[in-house]
């Protein structure tokens, strides 16, 4: 059974700091590309960031560059981002998404985690 499960989020004030993290379990996860995407209320679903298989390669949306970090552990089979610099507008729900390096069309996606940065 694969999972992709997100943890992590919460509330935090303007100017903060959350890790996200998302473990996964029943994929070979390091043939998978990674990302993570966020949902704001009323809003469509966004990439955040994207990191490649071994961790050379990221990018990142330009409202998060300089502020938010991916990285990937593949030993321990988990997803992270490190985001610091917080703003209201990072509230949302952020989801992890893997796809499949040369079999682009599996895909999974986590169960999201709510960000709520507020004072």
């Known amino acids: 059974q694969v999972q992709l499960v997100e943890s992590g989020g919460g509330l935090v004030q303007p100017g903060g700091s959350l890790r996200l993290s998302c473990a996964a379990s029943?994929?070979?996860?390091?043939?998978?590309?990674m990302g993570w995407y966020r949902q704001a209320p009323g809003k469509q679903r966004e990439l955040v960031a994207t990191?490649?298989?071994?961790?050379?390669?990221?990018d990142y949306a330009d409202s998060v560059k300089g502020r938010f970090t991916i990285s990937r552990d593949n030993a321990e089979n988990t997803l992270y981002l490190q985001m610091n610099s917080l703003k209201p507008e990072d509230t949302g729900i952020y989801y992890c998404?893997?796809?499949?390096?040369?079999?682009?069309?599996?895909?999974?996606w986590g169960q999201g985690t709510q960000v709520t940065v507020s004072s």
């Open positions: 990191i490649t298989r071994g961790g050379g390669v990221t």
């Open positions: 998404k893997g796809t499949h390096s040369t079999r682009r069309s599996i895909i999974y």
């Open positions: 029943g994929i070979p996860f390091s043939l998978y590309v």
